[in-house]
């Protein structure tokens, strides 16, 4: 027991450390020049070559070539290597996990007995900047990340939104809400799918005040009633984890009827509505990896889904399944791996960048490297969506991040050789 808990006081020493790094950073100067990148920004502009960037206070100030540093503002020579701007993390709960297996530690879900329904419940509030998993993230190129609400007790999960892992303690952006449907959730709605439409239905009934509020069959507080009446006025966008191509005509027709504003997570099947999405405008969080069906709602799962779609003109967006909060590296590899079925690699950049950011309502700031955006931008080694190369710096607002976290603290601490051979950690 003395053991495991000097483990894990070490492991809170290291994490501790790393996780205030981005803190002590944020003293640095905002103001840089990044001279002679092969800049990619993600945008109207596309990719250019020697280019610079000028950053003053945080903010991009200029993109162009030849550009001249103000007097005491410092210059990074690029040397032509890529400069993007940071990357989307996925739908995720980083800050809002630490240990996955450990419950206290998670904060991503609400179950209530008693009107389970809560689209009121809002995961942002839990957000820990200190987390040990932002650095983790961070020094691998990745720069803000959606919270999502998991579904606890009910389909209608609750709110999530952006985060910058600039070690900010509040979120950017509008709230969105999140919802699942599919064979994932029948538990949820009475061990049927076709349950969730009539749940929904009655939902919606109760937010735009059909149903009385002290109705004994009704589902919603009064909070969770002005809650769902916003995104059912068009204020934010509802992301709905489904995969089945059947489900999905089935809430295209429900957001066509409600005039609401949907985005998709997962979408195995999406590729087989991906002209109906299009049209609809409809942007697409897909899974690369998921090739093969890992469940009876995912049959028409292929590795081409994200190039079907783009072809199609749908906004395609990555996420990961399984454990993305500790492993939101891995999302450049999704990326990668699109690109290898047919996904052009501009589109798969943007699916990293521009595409979420629009999705989540914070194009103005993030996901593009553009005169007026926050400066959030990343230096390689050679191109981003090969996991050969590797994030060379991180500047988040203009600031340099520490390329290190708890991970490269272990690393280190128990690489160093001290008396005896050992490293300084097994010597007492």
């Known amino acids: 027991m003395r053991t495991f808990r000097n483990r894990l006081s070490a492991l809170a020493r290291a994490g501790l450390l790393a996780a205030g790094l981005g803190c ?3 003293a640095a100067a905002q103001d840089l020049l990044i ?8 945008g109207p502009q596309g990719t250019l070559r020697g280019a610079d960037v000028l950053v003053q206070g945080g903010v991009i100030r200029a993109v162009g070539s030849g550009l001249a540093a103000p007097a005491g503002v410092p210059v990074v020579e690029a040397q032509g290597k890529p400069l ?7 739908i995720s709960g980083i800050g809002l996990e630490e240990v996955s297996g450990e419950a206290p530690t998670v904060d991503m879900a609400v179950s209530l007995k008693d009107q389970p329904v809560r689209p009121e419940f809002d995961v942002t509030l839990a957000y820990n900047p200190a987390s040990v ?28 939104g952006v985060v910058r892992l600039d070690g900010s303690a509040d ?11 599919g064979a994932g959730a029948s538990d949820l709605s009475g061990k049927s799918r076709a349950a969730q439409w009539m749940l929904l239905d009655q939902l919606v009934a109760e937010a735009r005040g059909k149903v009385p509020a002290d109705s004994p069959h009704a589902l919603l507080t009064p909070a969770g009633r002005a809650v769902l009446a916003r995104y059912l006025a068009g204020q934010g966008r509802i ?30 099947e999406a590729w087989q509505l991906a002209s109906e999405l299009a049209r609809a405008r409809v942007p697409v969080f897909v899974d690369p990896l998921a090739n093969l069906p890992a469940n009876f709602d995912q049959i028409g799962a292929t590795a081409r889904n994200a190039a079907l779609l783009h072809a199609a003109g749908v906004e395609v967006g990555f996420t990961q399944g399984g454990d ?23 589109a798969a950049l943007a699916g990293l960048t521009r595409v979420p950011a629009q999705a989540a309502g914070v194009d103005d700031r993030l996901g593009t490297i553009a005169p007026g955006r926050t400066a959030d931008l990343v230096l390689w080694t050679g191109d981003p969506l090969d ?19 708890r991970q490269t603290e272990l690393r280190d601490r128990y690489l160093r050789r001290g008396e005896g051979g050992l490293p300084p950690a097994y010597i007492r």
């Open 24 to 26: 002590a950073a944020g």
């Open 35 to 42: 001279r002679n990148a092969t800049v990619h920004t993600a």
């Open 84 to 90: 993007t701007p940071a990357l989307f993390g996925g």
């Open 133 to 160: 998993l932002v650095p983790v993230a961070r020094m691998e190129g990745i720069g803000f990340t959606l919270l999502a609400a998991d579904a606890g007790g009910a389909f209608v999960a609750g709110q999530g």
């Open 171 to 181: 979120p950017v952006g509008p709230r969105m809400l999140f919802v699942r449907l």
């Open 239 to 268: 992301m709905v984890k489904v995969d089945r191509a059947a489900d999905i005509r089935q809430l295209l027709r429900w957001a066509q009827r409600e005039q609401v504003r949907i985005a998709i997570a997962g979408g195995a």
């Open 324 to 346: 993305a909060s500790h492993n939101a590296r891995k999302v450049r590899q999704l990326a990668g791996n699109a690109v290898a079925h047919g996904l052009p690699w501009e």
């Open 387 to 405: 996991v050969i190369n590797t994030a060379e710096q991180v500047w988040l607002g203009g600031r340099a991040m520490p390329m290190r976290s």
